[in-house]
């Protein structure tokens, strides 16, 4: 005897589908009997596999919510910790009194294990590894001193002693420029004896706005 019905493929089933989408809501006892795959190899209902995608975006949200709130909590450190910094210079007064608010929070704040505030100084009379010439800072630091951005890296013993003398050692750096109305008057750098610790792909924002709250701060005379 002949079968006479209509022969069904795949394809026939698919475009049934999604030229009605709300098949299956109207017929829910066929959700039940969908066998669809699963990672582990076993077949489960469409059901199931429902509640398995909706419990998995679940966990991905709490993972998100919880990153956001992560990062919301370092930002609020980071501010806290800027606004300390920004008001103890505020309130120093002169140029040695600057300096030690400086490296006293970057280093109890930032948690900072090397920092330095050296001056620009061209007259080279003044005896102070704080007091530098300009031209000697570029020669010694060309990789990481310049005019646009703080530069981060790595450093030779006698390049990390120059910035941070006395620690005469293998580390990194990271180095903005402090500067008003173009002129450059000196430095502020952050070192690590771990070389890896400051290298070219960091961030220098925080640094760089210390630097500029520097410069509005420091007397002209610091310039030499």
């Keep these: 005897m002949t079968d006479d019905r209509p022969t069904v493929d795949e394809d026939d089933i698919r475009d049934f589908l999604v030229q009605n989408p709300d098949y299956l809501q109207k017929n829910p006892e066929l959700l039940g009997l969908l066998q669809i795959p699963h990672a582990s190899g076993a077949a489960v209902s469409l059901v199931e596999r429902q509640v398995s995608v909706l419990r998995e975006r679940n966990v991905d949200l709490r993972h998100r919510l919880r990153d956001l709130g992560s990062t919301a909590r370092d930002n609020d450190q980071l501010f806290s910790d800027t606004r300390t910094l920004v008001l103890a210079l505020l309130d120093a007064e002169g140029p040695t009194a600057l300096e030690e608010a400086l490296l006293k929070v970057l280093r109890d704040e930032f948690d900072v294990e090397y920092a330095s505030l050296t001056s620009f ?104």
């Design 121 to 224: 100084d061209d007259t080279g009379e003044q005896g102070d590894p704080r007091r530098v010439a300009e031209s000697q800072a570029r020669g010694r630091l060309a990789g990481l001193l310049n005019n646009r951005s703080a530069g981060c890296g790595p450093l030779r013993a006698e390049e990390f002693e120059f910035l941070f003398p006395g620690a005469k050692l293998l580390g990194s750096a990271a180095v903005a420029l402090i500067s008003r109305d173009g002129k450059a008057l000196g430095m502020l750098a952050v070192g690590s004896s771990d070389a890896a610790q400051y290298d070219s792909n960091m961030g220098t924002l925080f640094l760089e706005f210390a630097a500029e709250v520097i410069a509005r701060l420091m007397p002209p005379s610091a310039s030499g």
